[in-house]
């Protein structure tokens, strides 16, 4: 469940014009073990992105953040914080760091060579953000590479545009690009919703597997551009 958690809220390498506008959003998470009213929020300054996603409540908390560059239209992770706590069955903490090497301290410690890889490496949060940027350019297939955050080895995430979708969100109804998460012989279900008039901003998440369904869903856009 964990690293459905890291994951979900945690995508072809992004070697094209790198599209992405500040915004901060409520959203409300639900999980087998957590449920939290969240704010996701991302700014850029010079070329320097930060993007956040937090909330607490009485029996847990949830703070995810990541920082990375844009240079040469590219989007390049800097680094990765995780920090779970829900009651006596999840307390974890990991910390990844992007220069020479990929180095991950906390849970799971482990390093690998960035120049031993062929691929752009993001993390998950930054992923996000090359997904929805892939599909606002037209594609309909996306593959990213992320490090396994276990063990370090760097997988591919393969991803299909599926269909369009409308949703209600504070009385505005936005019209979305549907996102499946491609896996061969699995039933764990992951989708997203990108929303076309907010430069194809993730709005929603769903991720279904046997341990039960992680959902995350915007109830307000506080700000945008």
Not at 48 to 55: D, I, Q, V, W
Not at 99 to 110: A, C, F, L, P, R
Not at 184 to 209: C, G, H, M, P, Q
């Amino acid at each position: 469940m964990l690293y459905r958690l890291l994951f979900f809220v945690s995508f072809m390498p992004l070697f094209t014009h790198a599209e992405v506008t500040p915004f901060k959003g409520e959203f409300l998470f639900k999980g087998p073990v957590l449920t939290l009213t969240t704010v996701r929020e991302m700014n850029i300054d010079n070329n320097l992105g930060r993007f956040t996603f937090s909330g607490k409540n009485a029996i847990g908390n949830l703070k995810i953040s990541s920082t990375f560059s844009i240079n040469n239209d590219e989007l390049e992770s800097l680094d990765y914080e995780f920090r779970a706590r829900a009651a006596l069955i999840i307390n974890r903490k990991q910390n990844l760091v992007f220069d020479e090497n990929i180095t991950s301290s906390g849970d799971h410690d482990w390093v690998i060579a960035q120049d031993s890889v062929s691929n752009k490496i993001l993390d998950p949060l930054t992923a996000q953000l090359a997904l929805a940027s892939k599909i606002a350019q037209g594609k309909e297939e996306v593959t990213l590479f992320l490090p396994n955050l276990k063990n370090g080895e760097i997988e591919s995430n393969d991803f299909m545009l599926v269909q369009a979708e409308s949703l209600i969100i504070d009385g505005i109804e936005y019209e979305c690009a549907v996102v499946q998460r491609i896996r061969e012989n699995d039933n764990r279900i992951t989708r997203y919703w990108f929303a076309k008039s907010l430069d194809y901003l993730l709005v929603k998440t769903v991720d279904i597997d046997d341990n039960g369904t992680v959902e995350m869903t915007m109830t307000k856009l506080l700000s945008f551009g």
